[in-house]
Every structure is written in C-alpha cells, then in structure tokens.
Nanobody, 122 residues
Framework: QVQLVESGGGLVQPGGSLRLSCAAS????????MNWFRQGPGKQRDLVAS???????NYADSVKGRFTISRDNAKNTVYLQMNSLKPEDTAVYYC????????????????WGQGTQVTVSS
C-alpha cells in the first residue's frame, strides 16, 4: 500500500507564512509528478502547484510569486512554502502524486493525501 500524509497546516494571519509537507510511504518504486491542490469552502478542488521528478515547477496564477513547491526525492516528500498569505488562500490543501509501486512497474497510479486545513484570518 501507499500513503500520502500531509502536515503543516494551521491558522495564520494575513501576510504570514506556512510550510506544508507531504510524505509518501509504502511500497514505492518511483514517484513522478507531485502536486498540491486546494479546495475552499463551497468551491471546487483546484491545482495550486506541480513539480516533476527533475524539479520543473508550475503554479496557478493566483499563487505565482508567493508559493514555492519543492521536493526531496530521497525522502519521497513534497513541500509547499506559502508566503504573503491572503484570506482567499483559506482551504483544505491536498497532496497528490503519480506513483509506481514495487512489483507493478508498468503501472502508474494517482494517489491523494487526506488534506490539511489552512486558515488565513486575523
């Protein structure tokens, strides 16, 4: 089995910073793209940032210049550094990854974490 576990969410004032982490564990052979999504109250789940195994990153326009995605392939972990946070960044943040499992190297499976709440409020 494979699990993605997020951490680092919480309550922060506008203009503040948070760093989210997501660690993948289990019978992992390789991880391709790793992504962060978010879902605000009453909204759909949207892609925030993505990063390839080689480190190429892409961002939603709403977070460009404020958020930075990075990964540590040795630790099977992806991070999201969030700076200059705004109330509209309030959402549940989900980690997502394309993973090849040991013993199933012909198959790429997409996995989701359970989500971590980020609340930006004064």
């Amino acid at each position: 089995q494979v699990q993605l576990v997020e951490s680092g969410g919480g309550l922060v004032q506008p203009g503040g910073s948070l760093r989210l982490s997501c660690a993948a564990s289990g019978s992992i052979f390789s991880i391709y793209a790793m992504n962060w999504f978010r879902q605000g109250p009453g909204k759909q789940r949207d892609l925030v940032a993505s990063i390839t195994r080689s480190g190429n990153a892409n961002y939603a326009d709403s977070v460009k210049g404020r958020f930075t995605i990075s990964r540590d392939n040795a630790k099977n972990t992806v991070y999201l550094q969030m700076n200059s946070l705004k109330p509209e960044d309030t959402a549940v943040y989900y980690c997502n990854a394309d993973i090849v499992r040991i013993g199933q190297i012909q198959l790429v499976t997409n996995y989701w974490g359970q989500g971590t709440q980020v609340t930006v409020s004064s």
